[in-house]
C-alpha cells in the first residue's frame, strides 16, 4: 500500500519561512513525478512545484520562484518543500504527490502565514 504522510505546516508570521516534508511508503522515487500542491479557503487546489525524479529537473508555479525549493531525498525517500517569505496569500493545505502510472495524495498539512 502507498502511504504518504505530510508534515511541516503551521502558523508563521509573513516573511517566514516552513519547510515541509512529505514520507513516502510502499513505492520508490525511480521512473516518478513528485509534486506539491495547495489548496486556499474557498478556493480550487493548485499545483505549486513538480520535480521528475529520475532527472531533478524542477518546475514551479510562478508565485513560488525564487521563494520555495523542491528536492527529494531517495535514501529516506522523503520529499521536502522548503519556502521563505512567506506571505497571507500562502496559506492553505499543502499536498504532496507522487505520479508513477496513478497519482497517490497524501492527507495535506495546513500552512498559516499571519499578517
Known amino acids: 500500500e502507498v502511504q504518504l504522510q505530510a508534515s511541516g505546516g503551521g502558523l508563521v508570521q509573513a516573511g517566514g519561512s516552513l519547510r515541509l516534508s512529505c514520507a513516502v511508503s510502499g513505492l520508490t522515487f525511480g521512473n516518478s513525478a513528485i509534486a506539491w500542491f495547495r489548496q486556499a479557503p474557498g478556493k480550487e487546489r493548485e499545483g505549486v512545484a513538480c520535480?521528475?525524479?529520475?532527472?531533478?529537473?524542477?518546475v514551479y508555479k510562478d508565485f513560488a520562484k525564487g521563494r520555495f525549493t523542491l528536492t527529494h531525498d531517495d535514501a529516506q525517500n522523503t520529499v521536502h518543500l522548503q519556502m521563505n517569505s512567506l506571505n497571507p496569500e500562502d496559506t492553505g493545505v499543502y499536498y504532496c504527490?507522487?505520479?508513477?502510472?496513478?497519482?497517490?495524495w497524501g492527507q495535506g498539512t495546513l500552512v498559516t502565514v499571519s499578517s
Open positions: 504527490s507522487v505520479i508513477r502510472g496513478q497519482v497517490y
Open positions: 520535480i521528475v525524479s529520475d532527472n531533478d529537473d524542477t
